[in-house]
């Protein structure tokens, strides 16, 4: 898909990095690589998941960073904000998934150990009841992240206010609210969703809706409180390494892969009860839907993310470059910009709500702040959801 590619109006604006500098000189002694970048809603603060197994909290208004937080042991593969910008989610190789409390960079909890192995990918459903995690080991699991940072908090003042009673008042008050803690982290379901690892999961329109990717090669949508696959789609060669959902148009999926492309799928074109459907469910690899297929990228691609309003799509590779899409499936998606971007892979990139920027992220330890074209920052009348469109 081609057609008036620019950079031009695609400029940096400025970058924030943990490496470190050498004395007197512009090189850097020590590089750590960003795996996963976060923005809250409010664009106010930025979250970058580095190689030294920290998650580092970055300020947007002054450019400077708040606190490095440590607790993962391993790779953290991916970051997320909660929908309300109270806590932010991290899924690990260290087989675990935290949850941070935002205004402070404390850990709120841990989640049980319920992964054999890393856990790749995170995504929380548009309310922020519920938070989806996949990992190498190809399940999914949901689990009321809400409820259970709220007991884990709850747990924590129980245990502060031990002073205040006595040893008994205090023993079940404390048995009580660990019971309850336990209880609320617990997987509110989970299921085995792939033959590999999930590489990628979103949310559709609200809780009811999963879509997740897989390097097995294939895109798949559930419904989350059945954990019952709805269709099973693939047409990539090779591993899905990324997936995001059109946040207007949910019926709309940009899928990337390590076949250097982007594909569009539009899923108004198998709906749950049909025959098409119950193909794709019954075939492992499921069913080649017809999709667009957007090419440019020279190497794996390994992020794709809509902007708030849908207007934009961007898509991150492992060939150092950023494409910027016009995801217009009525008249044929086409190429709107392409920059390189970083020196090295870029791992993730994020737009701002307002969609004044897109920040990029890379092995190279930077990150970038595009400034994006002015005629596609968002209006403050565009920021409401659209209604779900989705049916079954």
Request: glycine content about 6%; hydrophobic content about 45%; proline content about 3%.
């Amino acid at each position: 898909m081609g057609g008036g590619a620019s950079k031009k109006l695609w400029q940096c604006r400025f970058h924030l990095t943990s490496n470190v500098l050498n004395d007197g000189a512009e090189t850097y002694q020590e590089i750590y690589p960003v795996w996963s970048i976060a923005i809250t809603k409010n664009q106010r603060q930025l979250a970058a998941a580095t190689s030294d197994n920290r998650i580092n909290l970055w300020c947007l208004v002054r450019h400077t960073k708040l606190i490095a937080m440590k607790g993962h042991n391993n790779t953290i593969w991916c970051i997320a904000y909660s929908p309300n910008d109270e806590l932010l989610a991290s899924a690990s190789a260290d087989d675990t998934v935290w949850l941070w409390k935002v205004n402070s960079g404390r850990p709120v909890m841990i989640f049980p150990r319920c992964y054999s192995n890393w856990v790749t990918s995170l995504a929380w459903s548009p309310d922020g009841s519920r938070l989806a995690t996949g990992g190498t080991d190809a399940k999914i699991m949901l689990w009321d992240a809400q409820e259970a940072a709220e007991a884990a908090v709850s747990e924590e003042a129980t245990r502060r206010g031990a002073h205040e009673e006595t040893a008994w008042e205090w023993s079940a008050a404390a048995a009580a609210a660990a019971e309850k803690a336990a209880e609320a982290a617990k997987p509110v379901a989970y299921w085995q969703a792939h033959e590999k690892t999930v590489t990628g999961l979103c949310f559709a329109g609200d809780t009811q809706m999963l879509v997740s990717a897989s390097a097995d090669g294939t895109l798949a949508v559930w419904t989350t409180a059945t954990g019952e696959l709805d269709v099973r789609l693939m047409g990539h060669l090779g591993a899905v390494t990324c997936v995001s959902v059109h946040p207007r148009l949910e019926e709309l999926v940009a899928t990337g892969g390590e076949d250097h492309t982007v594909r569009l799928w539009d899923l108004r074109d198998i709906q749950p009860g049909t025959v098409i459907a119950g193909i794709s469910r019954d075939k492992p690899l499921g069913y080649n839907l017809a999709h667009f297929t957007l090419k440019g990228h020279e190497a794996g691609v390994v992020k794709v993310r809509f902007c708030g309003d849908g207007r934009l799509l961007a898509s991150a590779s492992k060939d150092c470059e950023v494409r910027i899409w016009n995801p217009d499936v009525r008249n044929g998606p086409t190429l709107n910009a392409r920059f390189v971007a970083h020196e090295a892979w870029v791992q993730d990139i994020a737009w701002t709500a307002d969609q004044h920027f897109l920040f990029t992220a890379s092995t190279d330890g930077l990150i970038f702040a595009w400034q994006v074209p002015s005629k596609y920052y968002r209006k403050a009348a565009a920021l409401a959801p659209a209604a779900a469109k989705y049916k079954k």
